[in-house]
């Protein structure tokens, strides 16, 4: 018998995850049957309206853009013991301010990418400041006051565009940005066979993963954010600016959103709507808790919900299945990576059985060769 | 200035109702020791079961199936809400990621739903509630004209529910055990009561609240499920937290926001108000809560054991 057969199995975070998923498509699928489609055929436009083409799969890392930089925020925040339910308001903070200025300002492609990008990261942490804040001084729950801050975002959104941004013909968005003025880039264009979504925003997620793992696994910084997660009172004790972490991490998290912000509405859509909050800022729950919180595990869980969010509307298409469909399989996966505990009891059961045969079994052979 | 005041006061009453149905909802399951960041869900679970129920049943028996709407919205808000008592109850999951995964489901399954019935995903009713006086009390000066004028019987009927809950929570042995379960649940369980059943019930009758919010608002002044409640249940929350999980607390704090939202839509039309911008009475509630929770922080009467499994 091999070493690695005989250790123990045991319960991890990849095993509930994939249960999750799991039970998120038995759940779509058992929808899908109900109106009388066929699941898999279904299935299988859904993952062919996302990857079939080059240019398809330019649209789907595109919409996997936004997810991976609201998961990363989402994630990064749930590492230093945060729950940023608050990435919605922050993605439009950040899209608001960026897009504003890529209108207001006038300056060459590159640079003017820089400053929208750095904008955007500017008021996403603006509008997770106010939470840490709150929450370091005063002891408000981010939870809540990330919540009302969305709806202030939403409202100022509703009134701002139409006042100062609007449109020629709709009064419910802004203008279209010129595609010189936006983080699309023809190179990546043709690269993707001229889809018209894919933008640098992707390079600025990666980027973003990358600097955010090394933060947090290799800086003093990192160790301390973690630690306040951790155990506020034992970082305090070990001397720890608790206060100044948590504000800390509140604006980096709201950065990144902010950046998810520049990345859909200045890269994506290329005009901001009003009267949405984006599902984005709750979709990268899903993306941060299926990827247990850690940069490279939101990289592909992104892409996983990138492939369903781009892939619907082309199984709608040819199906009699309508697109909310991709929601509400990904609103049953946080259901069950939130009831993760079931999976966890019931695997460790599975697993105690398998473990115990596994022994019996060894100690029977055992006891033949001392027989012998 | 008194006749924009009547003017608007039967919009903001009509607006006021839901947000004080969806505050008690909000109320009644933090009080039990569950977090409700769900009442968003509830809502729109109310706003789609009604307005399927009453397009179908209106042109069998006319009017009376906007009453059997309201009470089929309140037992389906209430199974509903089952999703969020298993998980926080029985399988002592995170409140909050729950509750947020309970209103993406009820967001994505009702407008599914309701694509497959319509097609468009929009369902409209026929005719909502007739508005009428209320006799006697409609001629009492000042107060008649802004209170019973021009009102909906489900109006007085929310109101009535708000009183019972306000008796049912401090008047009664079953109140006081449910708010021991929100404070000190293993109190209670040494009195020899059942907590998870506890907070099962209060679960319970908050998705039933949380539905007839919604419901409320298709036999009023929407008249259509559109697949979206706008936040309201979110305002909703914030009334519960501004009025400080206390029942003539939201009561105070639905008036006050349902007030301040309503100018908010109407002040172009008025030449006394189109001098605010609109935006500022929108973000008024949202930023008044943070600063009441400022204000409170160091004596919030927030349950003491809300969100806390057992």
């Known amino acids: ?372 | 200035m008194w006749e924009t005041i009547t003017q608007i006061a039967p919009y903001a009453v009509a607006y006021t109702i839901p947000l004080l149905m969806g505050a008690l909802s909000g109320l009644v399951s933090e009080r039990s020791g569950v977090i409700n960041l769900c009442v968003e869900g509830y809502m729109l679970v109310g706003y789609f079961i009604s307005a399927l129920t009453i397009s179908i049943l209106q042109p069998i028996m006319g009017n009376s199936a906007l009453l059997i709407g309201l009470i089929v919205a309140m037992i389906g808000g209430a199974i509903f809400s089952l999703l969020h008592g298993f998980a926080s109850i029985s399988l002592k999951a995170d409140q909050v990621i729950s509750g947020t995964a309970v209103n993406l489901i009820a967001t994505a399954l009702t407008v599914y739903i309701a694509r497959n019935v319509t097609g468009s995903g929009n369902i409209s009713i026929m005719l909502g509630i007739v508005r009428s006086d209320v006799p006697v009390l409609h001629s009492i000066p000042i107060l008649g004209k802004l209170l019973f004028t021009n009102t909906y019987w489900s109006t007085w009927l929310c109101i009535a529910i708000w009183a019972f809950f306000w008796w049912l929570l401090y008047k009664t042995s079953f109140g006081l055990r449910l708010r021991g379960c929100g404070e000190h649940p293993s109190a209670v369980a040494s009195a020899g009561i059942n907590v998870h059943k506890m907070r099962y019930i209060a679960v319970m009758l908050s998705g039933a609240l949380g539905a007839l919010a919604g419901g409320v608002m298709i036999v009023t002044y929407s008249g259509e499920f559109n697949g979206s409640v706008a936040g309201l249940g979110f305002l909703a929350v914030a009334a519960m937290i501004f009025g400080q999980w206390k029942p003539l607390g939201i009561l105070g704090a639905t008036f006050f926001f349902g007030i301040a939202t309503t100018i908010g839509n109407v002040s172009q039309l008025f030449a006394s108000l189109s001098s605010f911008p609109p935006v500022i009475f929108k973000v008024f509630p949202y930023a008044i809560t943070l600063v009441a929770l400022v204000l409170f922080s160091k004596s919030s009467a927030a349950p003491k054991a809300d969100g806390e499994p057992f």
């Open chain 1, 1 to 372: 018998m091999s070493a690695k057969k005989n250790k123990e199995l045991k319960s991890n975070n990849f095993i509930i995850a994939i249960s999750a998923v799991v039970l998120g498509l038995i759940a779509g699928a058992i929808l899908i049957l109900i109106i009388g489609e066929n699941p898999f055929a279904s299935f299988r436009y859904l993952v062919r309206g996302a990857l079939m083409s080059v240019r398809r799969t330019g649209t789907t890392l595109a919409i996997t853009t936004t997810l991976m930089l609201v998961g990363l925020s989402i994630a990064f925040a749930f590492k230093t013991g945060l729950f940023n339910i608050g990435a919605s308001g922050q993605i439009l903070a950040g899209g608001l301010a960026a897009t504003t200025v890529a209108f207001a300002v006038d300056i060459p492609h590159v640079p003017l990418i820089f400053l929208i990008l750095l904008t955007g990261f500017i008021a996403g942490a603006i509008w997770g400041l106010i939470p840490g804040l709150l929450k370091a001084f005063f002891n408000v729950h981010e939870v809540v006051s990330t919540i009302m801050m969305n709806w202030i975002a939403y409202w100022v959104v509703f009134y701002f565009v139409p006042a100062f941004l609007k449109g020629p013909s709709l009064e419910t968005e802004s203008a279209g940005l010129p595609f010189e003025k936006t983080l699309r880039v023809s190179w990546l264009t043709e690269l993707f066979d001229g889809s018209n979504y894919i933008n640098v925003g992707l390079i600025v997620a990666i980027i973003a993963v990358i600097v955010i793992k090394f933060i947090m696994d290799k800086t003093t910084l990192g160790f301390e954010l973690k630690a306040v997660g951790y155990n506020r009172y034992g970082a305090e004790y070990a001397g720890i600016r608790v206060n100044r972490s948590v504000v800390l991490s509140m604006m980096i998290a709201g950065g990144l959103a902010g950046l998810a912000g520049v990345a859909y509405y200045c890269g994506y859509s290329g005009k901001i709507q009003i009267g949405i909050l984006p599902t984005q800022g709750f979709d990268g729950i899903a993306v941060a808790l299926l990827g247990a919180s850690s940069p490279v595990g939101v990289v592909f869980s992104s892409f996983f919900f990138g492939i369903l969010q781009a892939g619907k509307g082309f199984m709608s298409g040819n199906t009699l299945v309508p697109p909310e469909i991709a929601d509400t399989i990904i609103a049953v996966i946080i259901y069950f990576t939130a009831t993760s505990v079931m999976f966890k009891n019931f695997w460790d059961k599975r697993f105690k059985k398998i473990n115990e045969k596994r022994n019996i079994v060894q100690k029977d052979s055992n006891s033949i060769e001392e027989d012998n």
